[in-house]
């Protein structure tokens, strides 16, 4: 069974940093793209950054650029993202998931995990 755990999220003021990781278990996240997800309460679901398996892509929406770097340790199954300079907007539910195809749709996804808040305070 495939599971994906994030932790990390928290409340934080403008301008501040957090990291967001996400654990993977039960088949092998080396060889899988990962990405991150946000929703804001009363949005959609949202791509936020994503990773190809080796690190040789990544991706991200270009309200984060700049500010969030997607990263990963495959030996350690474990999915980061790095947030710096926090602003207001970036408050919801973050979510990793792991990719079957590409795309930054939640439909190109296949697992995911339960979320993480993180709020941002101005």
């Known amino acids: 069974q495939v599971q994906l755990v994030e932790s990390g999220g928290g409340l934080v003021q403008a301008g501040d940093s957090l990291r967001l990781s996400c654990v993977a278990s039960?088949?092998?996240?080396?060889?899988?793209?990962m990405g991150w997800f946000r929703q804001a309460p009363g949005k959609e679901r949202v791509f936020v950054a994503g990773?190809?398996?080796?690190?040789?892509?990544?991706d991200y929406v270009d309200s984060v650029k700049g500010r969030f770097t997607i990263s990963r340790d495959n030996a350690k199954n474990t999915l980061y993202l790095h947030m710096n300079n926090l602003k207001p907007e970036d408050a919801a539910v973050y979510y990793c998931?792991?990719?079957?195809?590409?795309?930054?749709?939640?439909?190109?996804?296949?697992?995911w995990g339960q979320g993480t808040q993180v709020t941002v305070s101005s």
């Open positions: 998931a792991d990719r079957r195809s590409v795309g930054r749709l939640p439909e190109n996804y296949t697992y």
């Open positions: 039960g088949r092998a996240f080396s060889i899988y793209g």
């Open positions: 990773i190809s398996s080796a690190t040789i892509t990544i």
